[in-house]
């Protein structure tokens, strides 16, 4: 074996696609929520590693988001500038909210639009999801996208500040790479739009019965 084929065998290894996982897995021992919220959950479980050892997990339980990526017919993207306070500044970002309790995707979808920004869409289709932060959190985002949109009136809930902004892919593109947005989703949605552009990523529209 070469110099350079020892080097490139040293520290972890390649996971392959469809590769056995039993030796990451860890099991839930037992359980206590530790902090109970309007909307979050705050656990803190015992699980045992794959080697048997005792280990501490704290995360939070969320009820799941949906956000949306709304297409206007000249091409440039519906947005919302609001206050985060966690992170003490204005974001740019699609609109997005939490599921209601057996509420259907799409119904949330459409639910948020039009509360938030008071656009109804023609169309829709489902991109996919994303875990916000899965590390500690067991918060799903689904990602919609919507288009032939009229608009309307916004209904939004007491206390819900929000500014709309009608954004180019690129201004958003150009304000993403310059650090201006660092929202999660936002960034996702728009690579997502990107690629399906491209026709890379492929997206089933379809019109709501």
Not at 186 to 207: E, V, Y
Request: charged share 25%.
């Amino acid at each position: 074996m070469s110099d350079d084929d020892s080097a490139s065998t040293r520290g972890a290894t390649t996971p392959q696609v469809g590769a056995d996982e039993t030796h990451l897995l860890e099991r839930f021992v037992h359980g206590e929520q530790v902090f109970r919220g309007r909307l979050l959950d705050v656990r803190r479980d015992t699980v045992a590693m794959p080697d048997g050892r005792p280990a501490t997990r704290e995360y939070v339980v969320h009820p799941g988001a949906v956000a949306v990526v709304p297409i206007l017919d000249d091409g440039r993207l519906v947005m919302e500038r609001q206050f985060r306070y966690p992170i003490g500044r204005v974001a740019l970002e699609f609109p997005a909210g939490k599921i209601d309790a057996c509420e259907p995707l799409l119904v949330c979808a459409q639910r948020e639009l039009t509360e938030e920004t008071g656009y109804r869409a023609r169309e829709w289709a489902r991109a996919g999801l994303t875990h916000n932060a899965m590390a500690y959190s067991t918060e799903i985002i689904e990602i919609w996208f919507a288009r032939g949109l009229t608009a309307g009136e916004r209904r939004l809930d007491d206390g819900e500040l929000i500014d709309l902004a009608l954004v180019t892919e690129n201004e958003l593109d150009t304000a993403i790479a310059s650090g201006e947005v660092t929202d999660a989703k936002t960034m996702i949605a728009l690579l997502w739009l990107q690629k399906w552009r491209a026709g890379s990523w492929p997206l089933h529209w379809f019109t709501p019965g």
